[in-house]
Structures are given as structure tokens and as C-alpha cells.
């Protein structure tokens, strides 16, 4: 006689820059599975790839690319999912740099919120006629260049993949159709002020936002900002 399948309750996250409204399921033991494999490996392409997966089990709504989705909506996604497999309330240790005594502080991962900067744009101005557009890095771009070892290179990689479209007057030139080398060149010319400008596009994109607050041994209250997927899970 065959086993019943068990009912998996589902819920909806709404994802901040794709404003797409995903249903999914919690994770499950293999998913579980699936997860601590990759910690284990401690290889970060494979623990990128494995959250990549779950999340494309867990989600019920049809025809969602994982693949192409920003970095931020796949940190949203994981936690929003974690929430609701595991338990919302995570523990995390912080070794305070004032006293140096770890502390240990409680994260309600329902009430993890997306901050947006009213100063961010996508676009690029470089004079009145030229410019270009901006997009997000996506989980896929981080995994490929992950291995990348100077920390310029590796801007320079991102930054390579997230230019979208030049345009010069009326015409324009989609990125993914430009060599790598034609983009280095475009990127090389460009004066300092216009690449502080794509710094700035970085700066200010929407990112994950957590206060943690405690008081210390020394009296003083203290505040541990959350902003990335590795803050929330690895805090050490």
C-alpha cells in the first residue's frame, strides 16, 4: 500500500525589485539536505547554487527563472521561506569590538524589511547626449565570479554584467551583445566621476535591513545592522 503524500500549507512573497508576487512552500527534509551539504563544503559557488535550488523547489508559482532573478529578491525569498520551515526567530552570536565578549541575540526573520535610498537611480549620465542604464546583480553573476581573487577585478566583473543599455544620442546598444573587451574599453574610458557615480548606483540600491540592539558590559547600547544573507546566517 502506498504511503499518503502530506499537504504543504504555501504563502506568497512579494519580491522588492522584480515586484513579481511568488507563492511558495516551506523546505522540506530534502531541501534540508540540500543545504547543509553546501555549508559543509564551505565553497561559496556551491552555497550560492544550493540556496538557488531550494528556492526553485519551494516555489509553486509557474514560470519564475531563479536564475535571472536580483541577488536581493533571492536573499528575500531564502529568508521569507526560512521563516516558515524552521522558525522566524533565528539565534545569532556577535563578539562586541569594544568589551570582546560575545553576546547572543535573537532575529525575528518576519520582521526583516527591504530599505530603499530616495537618492538611487539606475541611470548614468556621462554628458547630454550619452549615457547608460543599470541592472542588478543576480545570484547566477555572483556565483560566476565568486572565484575572482583581487577585489578590483571582481568589481569590475560585476560591474561588466550589470550595465544594460548604452545609448548615444537616439540610438541604443544592449550589453549582452558588446565582447567583454569592447565593454572593458567602454568602462576604461570613463572619467572618475562618472564610475563614482556607478559607485553610487551600488551604494544606494535597495538592500535587506535588520537592527539588533543590545547593551554591553560596559553599559553602552549597541547596534548591529543586518544587510546581506550572510549577516543573518553566519554572524559569528
Given at each position: 500500500m502506498a504511503l499518503p503524500k502530506i499537504e504543504h500549507p504555501t504563502f506568497d512573497v512579494s519580491l522588492p525589485l522584480t515586484k513579481q508576487t511568488v507563492r511558495c512552500r516551506p523546505f522540506l527534509v530534502k531541501e534540508e539536505k540540500i543545504l547543509l551539504t553546501a555549508l559543509q563544503s564551505e565553497d561559496n559557488a556551491e552555497i550560492i547554487n544550493s540556496i538557488k535550488q531550494v528556492i526553485n523547489n519551494c516555489i509553486v508559482t509557474e514560470g519564475i527563472d531563479v536564475e535571472s532573478l536580483p541577488t536581493l529578491?533571492?536573499?528575500?525569498?531564502?529568508?521569507?521561506?526560512?521563516?516558515?520551515?524552521?522558525?522566524?526567530?533565528?539565534?545569532?552570536?556577535?563578539?562586541?569590538?569594544?568589551?570582546?565578549?560575545?553576546?547572543?541575540?535573537?532575529v525575528n526573520l518576519d520582521d526583516v524589511i527591504v530599505l530603499f535610498d530616495d537618492t538611487h537611480t539606475n541611470k548614468i549620465k556621462i554628458n547630454d547626449t550619452t549615457g547608460f542604464t543599470m541592472k542588478y546583480p543576480t545570484a547566477d553573476i555572483n556565483a560566476k565570479i565568486s572565484a575572482t581573487d583581487s577585489e578590483a577585478d571582481l568589481f569590475f566583473d560585476i560591474l561588466k554584467n550589470c550595465i544594460e543599455k548604452i545609448y548615444v544620442g537616439e540610438d541604443e546598444y544592449s550589453a549582452v551583445d558588446s565582447t567583454q573587451e569592447e565593454l572593458n574599453e567602454f568602462l576604461e574610458s570613463l572619467e572618475v566621476k562618472t564610475f563614482t557615480m556607478i559607485q553610487e548606483f551600488f551604494a544606494t540600491s535597495p538592500k535587506l535591513h535588520y537592527e539588533v540592539k543590545y547593551t554591553n558590559s560596559s553599559g553602552n547600547e549597541r547596534v548591529i545592522v543586518l544587510s546581506t544573507l550572510n549577516d543573518f546566517f553566519t554572524l559569528g
Open positions: 529578491d533571492i536573499e528575500l525569498l531564502f529568508i521569507r521561506i526560512r521563516a516558515r520551515s524552521v522558525n522566524n526567530v533565528i539565534k545569532l552570536a556577535y563578539r562586541d569590538n569594544e568589551d570582546n565578549k560575545r553576546y547572543e541575540v535573537e
